[in-house]
Nanobody, 128 residues
Framework: QVHLVESGGDSVQAGGSLRLSCAVSGFNWMSRPWCMGWFRQAPGKKREMVAT???????TYQNSVKGRFTISQDKARSTIDLQMSDLNFDDSGMYYC????????????????????WGQGTQVTVTQ
């Protein structure tokens, strides 16, 4: 089973930047297709997709983060990273790394709660 550990969360002023990393273990990147992503959850709100990436390096983003966030894979470090810039208050929340258990490219129903492994989360707080 894949193991995911997030890091990089912090408190930052609006307009600032952060880089989150998800350390991925228990998985051989070359062995099969994969779909992974970053989600976030603010207090009192549902967990929402922020960005996804698969082994074809197809990337998708929530509309509110397009042009500000970049998801990438670092094969050498075995991480899925999320570079975030021009942060605003609405970007605050617990950020979770996710891996689809079905080992396929990202498609419309990928990374649903019941088909996904999750990390423990890392907190991002944007102050005004």
């Amino acid at each position: 089973q894949v193991h995911l550990v997030e890091s990089g969360g912090d408190s930052v002023q609006a307009g600032g930047s952060l880089r989150l990393s998800c350390a991925v273990s228990g998985f051989n990147w070359m062995s099969r297709p994969w779909c992974m992503g970053w989600f976030r959850q603010a207090p009192g709100k549902k967990r929402e997709m922020v960005a996804t990436i698969d082994n074809q390096f197809l990337k998708t983003y929530q509309n509110s983060v397009k042009g500000r966030f970049t998801i990438s894979q670092d094969k050498a470090r075995s991480t899925i990273d999320l570079q975030m810039s021009d942060l605003n208050f609405d970007d605050s929340g617990m950020y979770y790394c996710a891996s689809d258990r079905r080992w396929a490219y990202c498609v419309g129903d990928s990374l649903q709660e019941h088909n996904t492994d999750w990390g423990q989360g890392t907190q991002v707080t944007v102050t005004q």
